[in-house]
């Protein structure tokens, strides 16, 4: 069974950084792209990040460029999200989400979420 | 960035009838379109890829159709259980967007 664990969310002013871990387990990590999708509360869906199966490809949305990097350890089966110079309209539940095949999506497979909140 | 558009915002339905869903893209995403459901406090899950494939584990009432920039979920006859948002979803290029959801309430 495929299993996406987050951690890393909780309460940063603006400005200031955090990092979002997801550990995967239950599939071959290092044969999947993944990505991250996040919600504001009461919102829709929007796709944050994604990287290639080997890490050598990474995108992302224009709102975060710059601010936001994605990395993954296939050694260890963890994606990550270090965000920094945070800002109010950053605040969502992050999910980490595993991609259906090699290419960036659809996502087959989403963690429950990390919440983010940016507020001083 | 590609737009997506669903309608309508809200289907007022009960169990037993046929839920029909459309969901318009801005340009043309070929067959590169999904459909997720999500439920109250859950994460998404992947119903339909590539326009017509059901993921799976999806039962067989759920259903998609369209290419290009047209797009239909369909639900033939609803389940107590398929109350919920639905959301379309591009992956022709990045950003993947999402559209803004069709919510399906019981009448």
């Known amino acids: 069974e495929v299993q996406l664990l987050e951690s890393g969310g909780g309460l940063v002013q603006p400005g200031g950084s955090l990092r979002l871990s997801c550990r995967a387990s239950?599939?071959?990590?290092?044969?999947?792209?993944m990505g991250w999708v996040r919600q504001a509360p009461g919102k829709g869906l929007e796709s944050v990040s994604g990287?290639?199966?080997?890490?050598?490809?990474?995108i992302y949305t224009d709102s975060v460029k710059g601010r936001f990097t994605i990395s993954r350890d296939n050694s260890e089966s963890t994606l990550y999200l270090q965000m920094n110079s945070l800002r109010a309209e950053d605040t969502a539940l992050y999910y980490c989400?595993?991609?259906?095949?090699?290419?960036?999506?659809?996502?087959?497979?989403w963690g429950q979420g990390a919440l983010v909140t940016v507020s001083s | 960035e590609i737009v997506l558009t669903q309608s309508p915002a809200t289907l007022s339905l009960s169990p037993g009838e046929r839920a029909t869903l459309s969901c318009r893209v801005s340009q043309s995403v070929s067959s590169y379109l999904a459909w997720y459901q999500q439920k109250p406090g859950q994460a998404p899950r992947l119903l339909i890829y590539d326009a017509s494939n059901r993921a799976t584990g999806i039962p067989a009432r759920f259903s998609g159709s369209g290419s290009g920039t047209d797009f239909t979920l369909t639900i033939s006859s609803l389940e107590p259980e398929d109350f919920a948002v639905y959301y379309c979803?591009?992956?022709?290029?990045?950003?993947?967007?999402f559209g803004g959801g069709t919510k399906v309430e019981i009448k």
């Open positions: 990287i290639s199966a080997s890490g050598d490809s990474t």
């Open positions: 979803q591009q992956r022709y290029n990045w950003p993947l967007t």
């Open positions: 989400a595993k991609a259906h095949s090699t290419s960036w999506g659809p996502f087959d497979s």
């Open positions: 239950g599939f071959t990590f290092s044969t999947y792209a």
